[in-house]
């Protein structure tokens, strides 16, 4: 669709991970099939840089 971002100025890593800490469980074990509307929901919090600062955007879909 012709449809890109434009990435300015240099990358941030906004996340340094503690080796020590365990991961959280992934609860679905990957596995984004589902036999119905409505039994998995996944979510994604996150922000995205704007020309006057960050938007903070939450996602919310029915796998």
Request: hydrophobic fraction near 40%; include cysteine.
């Amino acid at each position: 669709m012709g449809i890109q971002g434009i990435i300015r100025g240099k990358p941030h890593k906004t996340t340094i991970p503690d080796k020590k800490q365990p991961c959280p469980l992934d609860k679905v074990n990957r596995q984004f099939r589902v036999p119905a509307p409505n039994i998995l929901w996944v979510s994604d919090f996150t922000y995205v840089a704007t020309w006057k600062g960050f938007v903070y955007v939450a996602f919310v879909i029915d796998a």
